[in-house]
């Protein structure tokens, strides 16, 4: 299974302080995407990179992707409590045709 | 451009009984995928649907099923309703390719009793 697998399951911090999630992966990928969900709504897509990128920023965000390791990781600096929700990694089988694949996600808190 | 709709957003059935999950994605896109939601499991992937033909499924039970109409909407269907499928599903519309970024909906909550 391509399914990737986020690290830690859950993270609680301070206002202002950073952020790091882990998404690990077992095979070739086409891109690797991250998403966040509030408690109990729709996924809301953050950042897409792909495989022959090795970081990348959106604001506050920034990703980076290992793909001789397999992983990714997505930081938030400066982080807010509005920041608190459940941060998925999503990867793409090269080809692009097959499934998107969700890990079970990292829930960040984060505390005023 | 309107986001993902998602109807009804709230269903409470009772075992045994079927539902019809309804799905629009955003204008010019023509993927659809679905997604079941469980605390337990996770988000787990149902199907996808591309220009009306089923692209991808998961492994979930023939009770299963969906269908993608020609202005790609689409709907799922679950027959013989259990307590496990008390979840949130999760539709999301993509341009094209299966990887491309998903636009995900609300989602609708269905509660089996």
């Known amino acids: 299974s391509q399914q990737g697998e986020e690290d830690p399951q859950a993270l609680s911090i301070q206002e202002g302080e950073n952020a790091t999630m882990n998404c690990s992966y077992k095979t070739s990928i086409n891109n690797l995407q991250w998403y966040r969900q509030n408690s109990g709504r729709g996924l809301v897509h953050l950042i897409l990179i792909r495989s022959n990128e090795r970081e990348k920023h959106s604001g506050r965000l920034r990703v980076t992707l290992d793909t001789s390791k397999k992983s990714s990781s997505l930081l938030i600096t400066a982080s807010r409590a509005a920041d608190t929700a459940s941060y998925f990694c999503?990867?793409?089988?090269?080809?692009?045709?097959?499934?998107?694949?969700f890990g079970k996600g990292t829930k960040l808190t984060v505390n005023p | 451009k309107a986001g993902v709709t998602q109807t009804p957003r709230y269903l409470i059935k009772t075992r045994g009984q079927q539902v019809t999950l309804s799905c629009s994605p955003i204008s010019g896109h023509r993927s659809v995928s679905w997604y079941q939601q469980t605390p337990g499991q996770g988000l787990q992937f149902l199907f996808e649907y591309f220009s009306e033909t089923q692209r991808n499924k998961g492994n979930f039970p023939g009770r299963f099923s969906g269908r993608q109409f020609s202005n790609s909407r689409s709907e799922m269907n679950v027959s013989t309703l259990e307590l496990g499928d008390s979840a949130l599903y999760l539709c999301?519309?993509?341009?094209?390719?299966?990887?491309?970024?998903?636009?995900f909906g609300p989602g609708t909550r269905l509660t089996v009793l």
């Open positions: 999503a990867t793409g089988a090269q080809g692009g045709s097959e499934k998107l694949v």
């Open positions: 999301a519309s993509s341009l094209g390719q299966t990887t491309d970024t998903q636009y």
